[in-house]
Structures are given as structure tokens and as C-alpha cells.
């Protein structure tokens, strides 16, 4: 006899999903869409972290896109300041993609907007992300760098 | 919430819920669709949408397990008066106002308060959040 399984209703909020990937050598893309809330900040966080993980182990720049988020509460506001600093600690910013009003408002009235690089596509936060690649520590600078 | 406030001829629109926060994007989506309708500005809708939710999951959290989530509209000329109530998930339940959430939403309305009712008989303590936000921004 198999078990019932049921579902909450609206169990887990509405969707909210994140993807990371490697769209070019040297930058780690991080996409999100749906809506962040209270109930959903906490996908957002995992899909941070496992962005800025990569990007801290490759020495990659991190960006951020949210050209699909449609709604963004504190709670998903803290996730991304969080980020900000993590990624400062590493000597970087953290770039982000809002286009929509529903991103850059609450970025904007909370005065939150001044951690983030902001920009209006994933083009250009990715050619400003890849100017933070780093070599990984031990490799020589590129041949023609002058040295110490 | 006073006869005055709710008989005064303007529109007022009542949404209950569970208190949980699964179905504060259902109360958020209201707000939003009431204020782009009395003619707010598209900041406005954002910020009181905004506004709902962050009040919606402070009280949310500090409801009894149980309890509705009553969420009331209050549409004037150029503002919406919100006020949303739950029932103490304690008689001495208080809400903290020394959150970040709590600060972004004293930026997002003109003008927020909290509300604590003690129990009385028949009657659990209850904690609520009254806002205002005016249509469009303030010309400074």
C-alpha cells in the first residue's frame, strides 16, 4: 500500500530558480528568476553561495543576473548584501544584471545599490567581471609584465 | 480599525488569509493591483507592494500558529491606508522593530505603526502593522 502524498498547497512559495554557470573563461554567471521573499531567499542564498565558491576557487568575477526576478523583498535584499561582502573580503564587487523596476527600486530606496556594480545586461557585467580574473596564486605573471 | 475608518464611503477591501507566509505573494499581488488602479505611480506600486510584504512577514512571524492574517485596504484620493493584523502567537508577543526588514519598511511607507491589543475575554492579544503611502512621491 503506497502512501498519500500531500502536497501544501502553495508548500514552497512560488518558483525560484537559480542556475550557475561558466558563460566565458574567467567569469561565473549566476541566474535567477521568479520571485525572492522570505520564503524563497533561502535559494537564492544556495545559489550564491555555490556561485561565489566557484568564483573564489577559479578567481573568476561573479555576476549576478536578475533580469528574471519580478519581485525582490528584504529578505532577498539581505541575501545579496551578504554577497557583497563576501565578495569584498576576496577583493571584488559583485556585478549585478537589473534591468526591471521590480529589482531596481528596492535596490535603489534602501540605499543598497552603492555595494553593487549594477548594469543593464549580461554583456556588459560580464566584460566587467572578467576584468577581475586573478592569476590563481603561484602561476607567473604573463611574460612582458614587468617584474618586481 | 474604527466605524469612521471603514464607513467613511471610500473604498475598502478586506483579504484574510492563513497566517503563513505561502500566501503573502497573494496579499502583495492585491496591493499591487489596488495601487496601480487608483492611479499610483509605478515607484509607489512597487514600494507599497514591497511595503505589504515586509508587513505581512513580520506579523507572520510572530502569529499564532493558527491564526488568519487580516490584511485591509483602505483606498483614498491619492493614498492607501493598510492595516493587517494576527493573533499573538504569545499574550506578551512583541514585534521587533530593530530588523533590516523592519527598516526598509519605514523607507518604503510615508508613515508605519505597530499595534499591540492585549487579550481580553474570548479575545487573543493580537499585534498588527498600520501604513500609509501616498500615491506618488512627496515634490520636496
Redesign the interface.
Known amino acids: 500500500m503506497s502512501e498519500a502524498v500531500t502536497p501544501?498547497?502553495?508548500?514552497?512559495?512560488?518558483p525560484l530558480d537559480t542556475q550557475v554557470s561558466r558563460p566565458r573563461a574567467g567569469s561565473v554567471l549566476l541566474e535567477v528568476d521568479g520571485?525572492i521573499?522570505?520564503?524563497t531567499a533561502a535559494r537564492l542564498q544556495a545559489g550564491l553561495d555555490e556561485a561565489l565558491d566557484v568564483a573564489r576557487s577559479e578567481g573568476s568575477g561573479v555576476v549576478v543576473d536578475l533580469s528574471g526576478v519580478t519581485?525582490?523583498?528584504?529578505?532577498g535584499?539581505?541575501v545579496l548584501i551578504g554577497g557583497a561582502r563576501r565578495v569584498a573580503g576576496f577583493g571584488a564587487r559583485l556585478r549585478l544584471v537589473a534591468a526591471s523596476?521590480?529589482v531596481t527600486?528596492?535596490l535603489q530606496?534602501?540605499g543598497a545599490d552603492a555595494l553593487f556594480d549594477t548594469f543593464d545586461d549580461v554583456a556588459s557585467a560580464l566584460a566587467a567581471a572578467a576584468l577581475d580574473v586573478a592569476p590563481p596564486p603561484g602561476v607567473a605573471p604573463p611574460s612582458g609584465e614587468v617584474g618586481r | 480599525m474604527s466605524d469612521a475608518e471603514t464607513l467613511d464611503g471610500m473604498s475598502t477591501v478586506e483579504v484574510r488569509t492563513s497566517a503563513?507566509?505561502?500566501?503573502?505573494?497573494t496579499i502583495?499581488a492585491v496591493a499591487s493591483d489596488l495601487a496601480a488602479r487608483a492611479d499610483f505611480d509605478?515607484?509607489a506600486i512597487?514600494?507599497l507592494?514591497?511595503a505589504v510584504?515586509?508587513a505581512c512577514?513580520t506579523l507572520v512571524d510572530a502569529a499564532e500558529p493558527t491564526s488568519v492574517l487580516q490584511c485591509r485596504f483602505l483606498v483614498r484620493p491619492e493614498r492607501i491606508r493598510v492595516h493587517a493584523e494576527v493573533e499573538a502567537a504569545k499574550a506578551d508577543t512583541v514585534l521587533s522593530t530593530d530588523t533590516?526588514?523592519w527598516r526598509?519598511?519605514q523607507?518604503?511607507a510615508d508613515e508605519v505603526e505597530v499595534l499591540h491589543e492585549a487579550a481580553t475575554e474570548g479575545r487573543r492579544a493580537t499585534v498588527g502593522i498600520r501604513l500609509d503611502k501616498s500615491a506618488g512621491d512627496v515634490p520636496r
Not at chain 2, 20 to 25: R, Y
Open positions: 501544501e498547497p502553495f508548500g514552497v512559495g512560488l520571485e521573499d522570505t520564503l519581485f525582490l523583498a528584504s529578505s535584499l539581505a523596476r521590480a527600486r528596492p530606496v534602501t | 503563513t507566509a505561502a500566501l503573502i505573494p502583495r509605478l515607484d512597487s514600494d507592494r514591497m510584504d515586509e512577514a533590516f526588514g526598509v519598511l523607507t518604503l
